[in-house]
């Protein structure tokens, strides 16, 4: 074991064993991931930003989820890149814990953004004439400053209880840094930040699943017993597109925790299915939303064609 007092303040991560042929793609192929996943997120916002006609409660709410997957991109894409550009292998250990909040952050706040978004079409469904009186602007703000400040809350508590060890290691196994990879660079009692971790992820899982369930079998309740079938199949459409979205951050957040409490999984497998959560739904969250919403799918073609392409 290393000496506690004879700690870098820079890390080593482990090599990704690419050949040459094998690394190049990957670079190329991280790279346009990551063009992709601005692209696709900004045009979202910018979309509803610039649209005066989508300063609606519902595309309010909406406009946190690419910002909160700008995050966790951002945090992660450019470090992979220039690993793989410059086959470097150390990182700023300061480096390494603010790419781990930001992580962090992003998969708290993809959960609870999402969870709100349920609770704004549960009240625009279910009770349609009280909607405005209820999802007023002021209502709005308040609701998405205490998911960010809940979030900020959590997160910091998490690293702060990790700061305040000492490391031993400073070799990093994971495809980024995050509070588990951290951990394992610890050599002292970590059962405090093991329980405060369980209880970060119990009470965000219990609170969005319960939020979202009660929700929807309002609203499925609530589809069933209307008499118009056009406002039956839109309700059902809108629902859909947040279920999918919120069932695809879920497995990818399960998938996750399952591998670093299976001690016998593949190294590279963890790695993939860690790289896994921050690839695909920043990718696909832009995409489900602006096929599958009416409004923001035309109010974005239109801008494209008068701001864009009119050359």
């Known amino acids: 074991m290393e000496n506690y007092y004879n700690i870098t303040s820079f890390l080593t991560?482990?090599?990704?064993?690419?050949?040459?042929?094998?690394?190049?793609?990957?670079?190329?192929?991280?790279?346009l991931s990551y063009l992709v996943i601005l692209f696709c997120n900004l045009?979202?916002?910018?979309?509803?930003?610039?649209?005066?006609?989508?300063?609606?409660?519902?595309?309010?709410?909406?406009?946190?989820?690419?910002?909160?997957?700008?995050?966790?991109?951002?945090?992660?894409?450019?470090?992979v890149i220039k690993e793989l550009l410059l086959d470097t292998r150390r990182m700023?250990?300061?480096a390494c814990v603010a790419q781990a909040f930001c992580v962090h952050t992003y998969a708290v706040g993809a959960v609870l953004i999402l969870t709100v978004m349920a609770y704004d079409r549960y009240v625009a469904i279910c009770c349609p004439l009280k909607y405005?009186?209820?999802?007023?602007?002021?209502?709005?703000?308040?609701?998405?400053v205490t998911i960010w400040v809940f979030n900020f809350m959590l997160v910091s508590v998490l690293f702060i209880l990790l700061l305040r060890l000492p490391r031993c290691r400073s070799?990093?196994?994971?495809s980024y840094c995050d509070n588990p990879t951290l951990l394992r660079l610890v050599c002292a009692d970590k059962s405090v930040n093991n329980i405060y971790g369980?209880?970060?992820?119990?009470?965000?899982?219990?609170?969005?699943?319960?939020?979202?369930?009660?929700t929807y079998l309002r609203i499925l309740l609530a589809c069933f017993r209307g008499n118009r079938a056009d406002a039956r199949s839109k309700a059902m459409q809108t629902c859909a597109t947040h279920l999918a979205v919120f069932l695809v951050m879920e497995c990818m957040g399960l998938f996750t925790i399952i591998s670093y409490r299976l001690s016998n999984i593949?190294?590279?497998?963890?790695?993939?299915?860690?790289?896994?959560?921050?690839?695909?739904?920043?990718?696909?969250?832009?995409?489900?939303?602006?096929?599958?919403?009416?409004?923001?799918?035309?109010?974005?073609?239109?801008?494209?064609?008068?701001?864009?392409?009119?050359?």
């Open 13 to 31: 991560l482990q090599n990704l064993q690419l050949p040459v042929e094998t690394a190049v793609a990957t670079f190329l192929l991280a790279t």
């Open 43 to 79: 045009s979202l916002i910018l979309t509803v930003v610039l649209n005066k006609t989508l300063h609606q409660p519902m595309y309010l709410l909406l406009i946190n989820l690419p910002i909160n997957d700008l995050l966790g991109s951002s945090a992660v894409y450019p470090q």
């Open 92 to 94: 700023n250990y300061a």
């Open 132 to 144: 405005n009186s209820i999802m007023t602007h002021s209502h709005i703000m308040k609701l998405i």
């Open 171 to 174: 070799l990093i196994t994971h």
């Open 198 to 214: 369980l209880f970060t992820v119990a009470i965000v899982q219990v609170i969005s699943h319960a939020v979202i369930v009660y």
């Open 266 to 311: 593949s190294p590279v497998l963890r790695r993939f299915i860690g790289a896994s959560a921050i690839i695909f739904p920043p990718t696909l969250n832009p995409i489900i939303y602006g096929l599958k919403t009416k409004e923001i799918r035309g109010k974005a073609l239109t801008f494209f064609r008068s701001r864009v392409f009119r050359f």
